[in-house]
């Protein structure tokens, strides 16, 4: 092929015919920032980051849509080129929410929160589950700096949470159109396009229809694509950038696709396509359900034998003693039911063990939804030709197939109806958790790597084998090593592919591994009309109660919720908070108070959802009623004249601070009011805070309203230019932290609402204990207000962590269907909160 | 319960030969495996079976002084509700607990009857005494399955009011006498449930949360109104409840506050008071998360600290969680105030238990997290006031015990938010609020008060005790009568 000479910044390049410069650039190692340019997808020109001057060339041309030509004269550096690409930045940043980048006290809240907080919308430094990985946030930090000139711009797109598996957010989206090119490339037609046109083009279907019913088969590559966090994993998102990532292959059908897993802290959090290429991609259950199959909460953790009709738990030793001991007064008449979904070796040790003990033999295959496996005559046919004793490495058989068995072996990692019947269960690693080959419908075989932990006692099923063939004394089932077994498994035929790929069309999704229902351990699947076990449907009746009168997103994030509760409307003091449950179900979490009406009977609480309880709460509907409202709780703020009082609110807390205020200027004290929020369109109830103070300031840490910075910037402020008796902070424990360092040398009073995590809220658990000088008190009884400056603040970000990952674990995977099949009911408000 | 429904012996019962006859073991009560319930929260004793109860209630000699009558805090006629047993008439021995008991169904599986009723038993002072406590949840048990249904005994409503504040077991039993009686009960609680410790203190596998259940919609059945969510002393106080029209208020709030080791590290992630961790797993069901949301805990290698029922009880749910479980104490196996009962499961159970150990000190790891417990061995030197003897340090003798959860169970003391906000009710040394224990009046004419909110941290049957002086002497201060039944 014909060779190109061009010069990039003086060096000359040598690229073959067809580069583009932003090739030949990269070729050099000449460095050229892109964010709508990705290796595999073709140029297109979008983010216009790459841009480039040429000689003889007007304006300036964006290099990866730019073919090299003989002789070009490139520069990728000029004063005009930084400026261009600095207001191209500022211009995606405005339309994108930057506070994660410019706000002044970044790195010291980074250094104290490590873990993204699980929000609905991300808003601000902290909220985004994908801060570890956006390409856009690390190409700004690049180029350095952090005042960006154009203010934020926040579109209010909804939050589409409705779809199987992903999450959407189109705030976040800078249109680099990465996703529908990828969408395009591996499925030929895409699903998704640019819609719309001007301020109004975003990324989204045909008609806004569903993802369901826009042709999309969740392969996941737009979400592994995009480089902000618009498109994130529902059940990946929050657990952080995966440490490890394994190519293994997927066993859930006979296509046997390869995937890449990705595990942290060994445990597996997602399986991604190993390419972006049409050949490489997954299914919905590849992609989205495996992670989701292995972290079942359900999985059997411990062996279990049954003796004298009771069954317990026992070590590995005793329990392989009872299967060999069971096996060898059973060989007669024995049979083995696996599942298709399974290693080469597991299959072959079974099978081994079944020519050895002479017993029947059976693989039972994955199947599409809608049809079901055939199982062999001996156990279905008359009692008198079924075998009386069974091993099971699933659940395939009814009741009435095991009623009359002399014995049962059960070889599995989930529960099913059987195992109450089986005189010995062994625990059985599943998927990422066990090593070995795969042979795939094509006859390949690939290998299948161990990358996560199996939960429990679990092991991989050629290691328990491999024990009961000890055990049993059978010669040949001794191996030195899962090579040797991998040897010995020769020429076995390759399975029967589908009809239909499942990663063409989701509705031939294996609707069964080892025998259990796919949507009963992947609930969203049901979206694709795969149906779970059937369960008595209970329904919840309130009779009366905490009715929830009015409910707003007030800016994003942010709910306000006016619920009736008379009585504690009746008895409310400033400073008080209320524990809200949402469902029986629910956990107990508590709110602070944000204002009352003792006359209507009802109290507003401003809500901040981030995480599972506070989503139930914000996506109640008017006229819904609360499992439970309890309070007003904890200490009132002792309200008393003392001159002039500065207020800091921030988040929630701006909520919060309003009833102090009030009650603060009636008692006669000067009151200032100073809220923050990390942009403009984050801040609220401005108006409603002049109303009852003096004076209000603002602080955002955009800069975009007020002061840059947060609450303690005006508090500074505020003290330059007069004495203050008492400064109150309630916000989140980082600001009101910053608050107690920097009022500590002056000597003022300081008080702040401490928010530990809380059970019973009137002091019977002990939960909530902080330290105050060095003394434990109980924030749910003694406080929440107490001394700034006497706070434990390492000891309350510690325990407010406490149980980071299992808030994670409780976030819904199921899906609404009935709004799937609506949309509209979905849709219950505007987003903007304006 | 299945062995329940066997038939009775057909002739010639034991019952019917009189207490002159040849000797009857002390009959064994079923359990579950000890293999097998490490790992579930089913109820480990499974109850007797009519034929076994039958037996075990003709071993009662009807001792003229009978000592365990004695023994029983409340008094309960234990010869007479034996005697019925004895002769098949099961709902009616239940008639006869009824009569001073409201919770025998409870009190016979919580009570410490080792040393109390059964300790008076003459039987126990050659042989093994009657085992009262299995028979009198044998009468509940089989009252409850057959239906049977307490009945107010007066139509006629008095037109009085009464506040009980609390739905524990001092609460039920003043609501429950108190509604019979023909009074309007309101019952508040501050949690979501009613029930008290019964509910969030007490696990599954020792008291089924069915049964509280049972009890508490037996007083919904007499008209009881309970109204959770209702913390007194933060919505309405005692006096406004008083203002409100109620005649007279019941105080029973309990223990509710609990007492930490103040050691080095307590407020690592990890440490646990009795309370909370069990009231996680019993009343918000994290060991169902994540149908249940409240976040599970996970322990490992668990160590509780104390040697009462609350850390046989926090230790024995820690096992039934996945734990190594140990327990840390500072007396002997003889000084535990557990009941005997619970101290065998336990050990039945496979938990360790490091005795005349107390511990020091918790060490953490870089992020706050338990990682151990420092102890130090302790030796017994005098009694103390309570007659057990007291421990004392030996020096140097650390020792550590490796934990990634600590669970304190070491005690309550009363919950302040109604004696903070009632100036006039009169409060003991440790915020006890001080009762008359005849009549349970406080200092405050109409208030009355009892439980674990008058005696410290007690018993169920104790607070069950004084809720029954406490619902009688209620009647007479608005009545001015004797109460129409007992």
């Known amino acids: ?834 | 319960m299945e062995n329940k429904k066997q038939k009775l012996p057909d002739s010639g019962s034991p019952a019917t030969r009189g207490p002159k006859r040849p000797k009857i073991p002390r009959q064994p009560m079923p359990e579950q495996d000890p293999r097998r319930r490490r790992f579930n929260f089913e109820e480990v004793p499974r109850g007797y079976a009519e034929k076994n109860a039958i037996l075990e209630a003709s071993r009662c000699l009807r001792c003229k002084k009978p000592g365990c009558v004695a023994g029983c805090p409340v008094n309960i006629n234990i010869p007479a509700f034996i005697a019925l047993i004895a002769e098949g008439r099961f709902v009616q021995a239940l008639e006869k607990l009824k009569e001073q008991n409201a919770l025998p169904a409870v009190c016979g599986r919580v009570c410490p009857q080792e040393s109390q009723c059964e300790a008076g038993c003459i039987l126990g002072k050659k042989g093994e005494p009657v085992a009262i406590g299995r028979l009198e949840r044998f009468a509940a048990d089989y009252a409850r399955d057959a239906g049977h249904q307490q009945l107010a005994c007066t139509v006629a409503s008095t037109g009085k009011k009464v506040a009980v504040v609390g739905a524990g077991p001092a609460g039920i039993t003043v609501a429950g006498d108190l509604a019979r009686w023909g009074h309007h009960v309101v019952v508040f609680e501050a949690l979501h449930l009613p029930g008290g410790v019964l509910m969030y203190g007490i696990p599954q596998f020792r008291l089924p949360k069915e049964i509280v259940q049972y009890e508490i919609n037996n007083l919904k059945k007499l008209g009881v109104e309970i109204r959770t969510d209702t913390a007194i002393g933060l919505t309405r106080t005692v006096d406004q409840l008083l203002e409100d029209g109620f005649d007279a208020v019941f105080v029973g709030t309990g223990a509710g506050l609990p007492i930490f080791l103040n050691i080095p590290r307590e407020n690592a992630i990890g440490v646990f008071s009795a309370n909370e961790f069990l009231t996680r797993i019993n009343l918000m069901k994290a060991c169902e998360f994540p149908k249940y949301a409240t976040p599970p805990i996970r322990p490992r290698r668990a160590v509780t600290v104390g040697g009462g029922n609350v850390a046989m009880d926090a230790a024995r749910t820690a096992l039934r969680l996945g734990a190594d479980s140990t327990i840390v104490y500072r007396r002997g196996l003889e000084e535990m105030p557990a009941r005997a009962e619970e101290v065998h499961h336990a050990r039945e159970e496979g938990i360790a238990m490091h005795l005349l150990s107390a511990p020091k000190r918790i060490l953490t790891d870089d992020r706050n997290r338990v990682v151990g417990l420092e102890c130090l061995r302790m030796e017994l030197g005098e009694p103390d006031a309570s007659g057990r003897r007291r421990p004392h340090q030996v020096k140097d003798s650390e020792f550590v015990v490796e934990a990634d959860t600590v669970i304190v169970a070491v005690g309550n003391r009363p919950n302040p938010l109604v004696p903070r906000t009632s100036p006039d009710i009169e409060v003991g040394k440790h915020g006890t609020i001080v009762a008359d224990q005849k009549t349970m009046m406080t200092s405050k004419p109409g208030v009355f008060a009892g439980g674990d909110i008058v005696s410290g941290a007690a018993t169920v049957i104790s607070a069950m005790g004084q809720g029954k002086r406490a619902a009688k002497a209620m009647h007479t201060y608005m009545t001015g009568e004797e109460p129409p039944c007992t």
Not at chain 1, 126 to 147: I, K, P, T, V, Y
Request: glycine content about 8%.
């Open chain 1, 1 to 834: 092929m014909a060779e190109i000479h061009l010069t990039i910044d003086g060096r000359t390049v040598t690229v073959k015919a067809g580069a583009t410069v932003l090739h030949a650039a990269r070729q050099a190692g000449i460095p050229i920032p892109t964010i709508c340019d990705h290796k595999d997808l073709n140029p297109y020109g979008a983010c216009r980051m790459c841009i480039v001057e040429i000689e003889g060339v007007r304006g300036f041309p964006t290099s990866c849509t730019t073919p090299a030509a003989e002789g070009m004269q490139v520069r990728t550096r000029s004063p005009e080129l930084e400026t261009l690409r600095r207001r191209t930045l500022e211009l995606m940043f405005s339309g994108h929410p930057n506070t994660c980048l410019v706000c002044p006290h970044r790195e010291a809240c980074e250094s104290m929160r490590p873990m993204a907080t699980k929000a609905g919308r991300t808003t601000r430094c902290g909220f985004c589950s994908n801060r570890e990985e956006c390409d856009l946030r690390n190409m700004a930090l690049q180029a350095g700096g952090r005042d960006l000139n154009l203010p934020t711009l926040y579109a209010a797109h909804n939050l589409e949470r409705d779809d199987p598996f992903m999450d959407r957010d189109y705030n976040l989206c800078i249109l680099c159109a990465r996703c529908w090119r990828i969408c395009e490339k591996i499925h030929g037609k895409p699903a998704i396009s640019i819609i719309n046109r001007g301020r109004q083009a975003r990324v989204g279907t045909a008609f806004h229809k569903s993802h369901v019913h826009s042709g999309c088969t969740f392969c996941g590559s737009c979400i592994d694509i995009c480089p902000t966090g618009t498109l994130t994993d529902r059940f990946a998102r929050w657990h952080g950038k995966a440490d490890t990532r394994a190519d293994s292959a997927c066993i859930l059908c006979p296509e046997g696709c390869s995937l890449t897993a990705h595990v942290k802290g060994g445990q597996l959090v997602a399986t991604a396509m190993t390419a972006f290429e049409p050949d490489s991609s997954l299914c919905a259950l590849g992609r989205f359900g495996y992670a989701q199959i292995v972290n079942a909460p359900t999985r059997l953790l411990r062996p279990t034998i049954r003796d004298n009709g009771e069954s317990f738990s026992v070590d590995w030793d005793s329990a392989l003693d009872a299967a060999a001991a069971g096996l060898s007064k059973h060989e007669s008449a024995l049979g083995i039911l696996v599942s298709a979904a399974a290693s080469r070796e597991d299959r072959h040790l079974y099978h081994l063990l079944a020519q050895e003990l002479g017993a029947k033999f059976a693989a039972i295959p994955a199947t599409p939804a809608g049809t079901k496996p055939l199982l062999p005559k001996w156990v279905t046919g008359p009692k008198k030709s079924r075998s009386s004793a069974l091993i099971l490495s699933g659940d395939f058989l009814e009741d009435k197939h095991l009623a009359g068995l002399d014995f049962l072996l059960v070889i599995d990692g989930l529960p099913s109806p059987a195992q109450e019947r089986a005189d010995v269960l062994l625990p059985a690693a599943l998927l990422s958790e066990a090593e070995g080959t795969f042979r795939t419908a094509s006859g390949q075989i690939k290998d299948l790597a161990r990358s996560s932990r199996a939960p429990g006692m679990a092991r991989p099923e050629w290691e328990i084998l491999w024990d009961l063939g000890q055990k049993l004394g059978l010669k040949s089932m001794a191996f030195d090593s899962l090579d040797h077994i991998t040897a010995a498994v020769g020429e076995d035929p390759a399975p029967q592919a589908f009809a239909d790929a499942p990663r063409h069309d989701v509705r031939t999704l294996p609707a069964f591994y080892r025998g259990h229902r796919t949507a009963d351990l992947v609930p969203a699947l049901e979206a694709f009309g795969l149906s779970a076990t059937p369960r008595p449907l209970k329904q919840d009746v309130s009779i009366e109660g905490f009715q929830l009168l009015e409910t707003r997103e007030l800016a994003p994030n942010m709910h306000l919720l006016r619920i009736k509760a008379p009585q504690v409307a009746a008895h409310a003091k400033p400073g008080q908070f209320v524990i809200l449950m949402a469902k029986e179900t629910s956990e107990r979490t508590p709110y602070t108070l944000a204002d009352w009406d003792a006359e209507a009977g009802s109290i507003t609480l401003i809500l901040e959802e981030v995480g599972r309880s506070s989503r139930e709460l914000a996506l109640l509907k008017a006229g819904e009623v609360l499992a439970h409202v309890s309070g007003p709780l904890g200490k009132p703020f002792p309200v008393a004249k003392k001159g002039t009082v500065v207020l800091g609110g921030g988040c929630y807390g701006i909520g919060a601070i309003l009833p102090l205020a009030r009650a603060l200027r009636q008692a006669g004290n000067h009151v200032l009011s100073v809220i923050e929020a990390s942009s403009a369109y984050l801040l609220f109830w401005e108006e409603e805070l002049r109303a009852v103070s003096d004076e209000v300031r603002v602080a955002t840490k955009d800069g975009s309203r007020g002061a840059y910075g947060g609450v303690q910037e005006v508090f500074q402020q505020i003290v330059d230019q007069q004495p203050v008796d008492i400064f109150i902070a309630v916000g989140c424990t980082f600001m009101m932290r910053m608050v107690a360092e920097l009022t500590k040398p002056w000597n003022v009073p300081t008080f702040v609402a401490l928010n530990p995590i809380m059970v019973d809220g009137t002091g019977m658990c002990g939960a909530c204990r902080v330290s105050i000088h060095g003394e434990t008190k109980f924030a749910c009884i003694d406080g929440p207000f107490f001394d700034a400056h006497g706070v434990d603040w390492d000891e309350l970000a510690c325990r407010k962590s406490a149980y980071a990952r299992e808030e994670v674990e409780a976030l819904p995977q199921a899906v609404d269907l009935s709004a799937l099949m609506f949309p509209g009911a979905a849709r219950p408000r505007c987003g903007c909160g304006r």
